[in-house]
């Protein structure tokens, strides 16, 4: 029988790895990506209140409330909508969240840039 001993590498989100390169890698993808609460499908008949709640995932080097907002304009349209077509409300909004927070059943979408 052979005894080894190995070196194990744990990154910031408790995952494992072996090799040091490997471990620093995934760190950087962390530290590049940010995670996003999505309102949406606002009650246009009774009060405006935005009935469903999504994930967005948005992994970029730079502007990643901006990638988000884009993909949400291009998903959901205007930001704004009508009660019975007078009283102005929100269509969608979004926010900041912790990437541990994402309900991943609830996901939207994964946007690489």
Partial sequence: MEKKEMTVYIAKDGKKFFSEEQ?????EML???KAYKVFYS???TETGNLGKVGYLIVQANWSH????EYWLYSKFGNRIDFVQGVAPTKN???QKVDLDEVDHGKLLASIKK
């Fill in 31 to 33: 530290s590049n990506t």
């Fill in 42 to 44: 606002p009650d246009l």
């Fill in 92 to 94: 969608w909004t979004f």
């Fill in 23 to 27: 471990a620093k890698r995934h760190e």
């Fill in 65 to 68: 409330d901006l990638w988000a």
